[in-house]
């Protein structure tokens, strides 16, 4: 079996470009258009939002509590629902991700390894349950995305060794067969060096697993499953020289595209920014001794000094890729990249919003209100 792992010496054009916040990158102008979601109408309300999907005509939303997408005109109008809450055929109980095989919405279920597909059509559904065939794994294999040439995507459910610790540094990414038939690796993903074990001030036998910055590799796919970007984005050492991280384009078939280490200007974590986090753990049990305990997180914590330097990534309709960067002053800055890796522009959004949906003529990005009500907006881009 041909191994796709992601082989960094294999990829193509290295050569770094700049980062997001190097100002050299032209800033793109948005110009807001439809909102989806309403704080008073239960027919246009939004729940939280776990992804967005757009034809020509309709706008699909997809609402993991409520176990269902909802779909809305371009205009905003709602059309219809796909979907509903349960465990039955072309029911979905716990959704997280969706996206296009042909003509049909594909919607996964990680925790019961279920696959749902809709005809937008018809609103006729098929689902199926996913088991995958590793031989010698132990483990139980998660479903997460449908390539365009019909073999899915899953990875292994993170296993915990002592005290809840991960008990591995990465985790595979594996082609399948719809039958669950093994096919080749197509990426190896870091899962975080970012925990650490607490023991100090704690009772004896008590430990406790604490992760400050989440640094794990990220990996998304294009909506038609056509190809994905691996983002490797643990944070800067203080130490080396420049700082940058690596973003991977591999296409469907397991082989690089792109390849391009970016480099950026790190942003250093203020010295106050775990004070809440250590304060609030004073109040839980099993502290024996809290001036220990709290010097132990402290000195923990402190040795995270530079935030990781990409915090969301998604990949657009045409071969884009839109990289989110650090909270900033109320907001944050989105990277984009082109089809071969070049950086070409960034936007500024608020910074609870997130990219869930872009090309280079729009983006649709969910924000929440003062009251964490969900809408999704639409935004034109003005290059």
């Not at 019961?112 to 098929?126: K, M, P, Q, W, Y």
Request: hydrophobic share 40%; glycine share 12%; aromatic share 8%.
């Amino acid at each position: 079996m041909r191994s796709l792992l992601l082989g960094y010496a294999l990829a193509l054009g290295a050569a770094p470009v700049s980062g997001p916040v190097s100002g050299q990158i032209p800033e793109w102008t948005l110009e807001r258009g439809v909102t989806v979601g309403s704080v008073d109408d239960p027919v246009y309300g939004l729940s939280r939002v776990g992804g967005v999907l757009a034809d020509a005509e309709r706008l699909f939303v997809l609402q993991p509590q409520d176990g269902k997408v909802r779909v809305f005109s371009r205009a905003g109008e709602f059309v219809r629902d796909l979907g509903r809450r349960g465990e039955g055929p072309g029911e979905l109980m716990r959704p997280n991700g969706m996206g296009w095989h042909g003509s049909r919405l594909w919607v996964t279920e990680p925790m019961s390894g279920r696959l749902t597909f809709f005809d937008v059509a018809t609103g006729e559904a098929e689902t199926i349950r996913y088991r995958a065939e590793v031989p010698g794994s132990l483990h139980r294999w998660i479903p997460s995305a449908v390539l365009a040439n019909g073999r899915f995507v899953a990875s292994p459910a993170i296993t915990t060794g002592p005290g809840g610790l991960m008990a591995a540094s990465e985790i595979a990414l594996i082609v399948t067969d719809p039958d669950g038939t093994l096919r080749d690796t197509l990426a190896r993903q870091s899962i975080g060096g970012n925990f650490g074990k607490i023991t100090a001030g704690l009772a004896v036998g008590e430990t406790w697993v604490i992760s400050p910055l989440p640094d794990q590799d990220l990996t998304t796919f294009a909506p038609d499953g056509s190809s994905a970007v691996l983002v490797k984005r643990q944070g800067w050492d203080g130490r080396t020289a420049p700082a940058e991280f690596e973003v991977t384009r591999i296409d469907l078939h397991g082989d690089t595209v792109y390849r391009r280490r970016i480099e950026y200007e790190p942003r250093r974590v203020p010295s106050d920014f775990f004070s809440d986090r250590i304060d609030s753990s004073m109040d839980r049990p099993g502290i024996n001794n809290r001036r220990a305990h709290a010097r132990a997180l402290r000195e923990f914590y402190e040795q995270r000094r530079y935030f990781p330097p990409v915090t969301a990534v998604t990949v657009g309709n045409d071969g884009t890729t839109w990289l989110a960067g650090v909270r900033e002053g109320g907001e944050r800055e989105w990277l984009v990249l082109d089809g071969s890796g070049s950086a070409i522009g960034r936007i500024r959004l608020p910074g609870s919003s997130g990219v869930l949906l872009a090309d280079l003529t729009e983006c649709w990005v969910v924000e929440n209100d003062a009251l964490d009500i969900s809408y999704v907006v639409q935004y034109g881009i003005v290059r």
